[in-house]
Nanobody, 121 residues
Framework: QVRLVESGGGLVQPGGSLRLSCAAP???????????MGWYRQAPGEQRELVAS???????NYADSVKGRFTISRDNNKKTFYLRMNDLKPEDTAVYYC????????????WGQGTQVAVSS
């Protein structure tokens, strides 16, 4: 099964920044413009949570914990989703995933490998 591919994670110090990328698989390239997407994260021992979402029309939503620090975006030419993370905190440490969302805001059952973000001094 083809899955979205996340990249851009790494180990950073508190206050640092990262930009995560999510490359769309070939199977959805033709409808990329109409895709609603979301970024999720899952910390060790915790359930996966939605941290940011963006509709095909550009409407964005953020979890309270990341408002003012994270920015979700998309590039319709490169067929890529992004999550810019600024002023990172240890609490942001998690594996980050991207996924498509349906009209009800529910993610696909198909998840990629995710990308690890670790914030530590």
């Amino acid at each position: 099964q083809v899955r979205l591919v996340e990249s851009g994670g790494g180990l950073v110090q508190p206050g640092g920044s990262l930009r995560l990328s999510c490359a769309a698989p070939r199977t959805i390239l033709s409808v990329f413009w109409s895709i609603n997407m979301g970024w999720y994260r899952q910390a060790p021992g915790e359930q996966r949570e939605l941290v940011a979402s963006m509709s095909s029309g550009g409407t964005t939503n953020y979890a309270d914990s990341v408002k003012g620090r994270f920015t979700i975006s998309r590039d319709n030419n490169k067929k890529t989703f992004y999550l810019r993370m600024n002023d990172l905190k240890p609490e942001d440490t998690a594996v980050y995933y991207c996924n498509t969302l349906n009209e009800l805001g529910r993610p696909s059952d198909s998840w990629g490998q995710g990308t690890q973000v670790a914030v530590s001094s």
